[in-house]
């Protein structure tokens, strides 16, 4: 099968289509014809070892994953012993986390992970990029005990994180603020902020109003320009290590003071998520915010994209099989 295969840590172009070996499904997995992945920002820190700390988990001198891609809709083609959930044929999408592998024609997954089959009224394409994003935001909403009409600011409500987030505090009846750049005020009204902020035109660190929650989905900001706009018990959300990788520091040592701090929350494996999202987009309260669509074999140039820190929502990858385009 196809697949876009990285053997050494760097820029985009060490990315190359190669034939490799087709997975075989083992116990407990499915084998799914991958027809829709995407290239995400969770795909670039292993690809070129960014920060350096991710070669503790990837591998000091090289990838020992060399097929990335994290996020996946496709038809399942084969079951391994035991699968009792699915059935050859099902189309399904999901999110395949730090085991990665949907760069390729085929994906090996175990039928426990993250997948659910997919809602009628989406095409792979749309589908696939529901998952990465929304894994981070709920792993930032869970923990922070987000709750229904809370004050919520997201900073960064175009990315991947930021829209998803944006629609699934909506989901839990938070009030949303959201910061993005003024020419997509309206698409990120469409995706249900209650109010809209131009970071171009205005310094969002300087608003009146105060919030239970600052979620910096972009990480743009920092806990001490933030801490302003919180309320006297507020959160500070970041998805990043911050400036000087502080963030994580802040989280162990702001919350011995009982008041305003920062929360800093390592995702964990999550089988329920896409279900979750799949009733989500089922029930009209979830839509994947696509920008740009590109072949398998334009992969190079998703992540030059991808990398530029501007995309809107979420990139996807089409994998055609011999010729055929997927649905
Ligand atoms: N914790 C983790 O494991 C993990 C995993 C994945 C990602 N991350 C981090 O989470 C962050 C978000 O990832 P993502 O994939 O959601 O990002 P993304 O999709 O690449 O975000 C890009 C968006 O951010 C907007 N943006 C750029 N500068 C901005 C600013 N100063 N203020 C507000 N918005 C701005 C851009 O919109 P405009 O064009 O309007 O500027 C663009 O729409 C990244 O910093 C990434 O490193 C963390």
């Known amino acids: 099968m196809k697949a876009a295969v990285s053997t050494r840590y760097g820029p985009p172009d060490v990315v190359r289509i190669v034939e ?15 027809h829709a992945t995407t290239v995400n920002r969770t795909d670039c820190g292993p690809r070129a070892a960014k920060p350096f700390i991710v070669r503790f988990f990837t591998g000091l001198v090289r990838p020992r994953l060399t097929v990335l891609g994290n996020e996946f809709a496709g038809e399942v083609e084969a079951v391994g012993a035991g699968v009792t959930s699915y059935a050859v044929g099902d189309r399904v999408f999901g999110f395949s986390g730090d085991r990665f592998g949907a760069h390729a024609e085929y994906l090996a997954i175990p039928e426990d992970g993250s997948i659910a089959t997919m809602p009628a009224s989406l095409t792979y394409e749309e589908v696939a990029p529901s998952t990465e994003g929304s894994h981070y935001a709920l792993t930032a909403i869970r923990g922070a005990k987000i709750r229904g009409g809370q004050d919520v600011l997201v900073n960064g409500a ?34 249900g902020a209650d109010r809209v902020i131009d970071y171009r035109a205005e310094d969002f660190t300087k608003d009146d109003q105060s919030y239970d929650v600052v979620f910096d989905a972009v990480g743009k900001s920092s806990f001490g320009r933030c801490r302003r706009l919180l309320k ?3 959160i500070y959300l970041p998805t990043d290590l911050g400036p000087l990788s502080l963030n994580p520091v802040l989280a162990l040592i702001t919350p011995m003071f009982g008041g305003r701090k920062v929360m800093f929350l390592i995702p964990r494996r999550d089988p329920g998520m896409a279900r979750h999202v799949k009733e989500l987009i089922e029930s009209g309260q979830f839509k994947p915010l696509i920008d740009r669509r590109y072949r398998l074999d334009q992969i190079v140039e998703a992540y030059r994209y991808v990398e530029t820190g501007q995309k809107i929502g979420n990139v996807v990858i089409t994998v055609e099989h011999g010729g055929n385009q997927s649905r």
């Open 20 to 34: 490799v070996r087709k997975p075989a499904p083992k116990e407990g997995e499915l084998l799914v014809k991958v």
């Open 158 to 191: 175009t990315g991947a994180i930021g829209s998803a987030a944006v629609q699934l505090l909506k989901h839990l009846g938070a009030t949303v603020t959201a910061v993005c750049g003024g020419e997509h005020l309206g698409l990120v009204r469409g995706l």
């Open 232 to 234: 006297p018990r507020g």
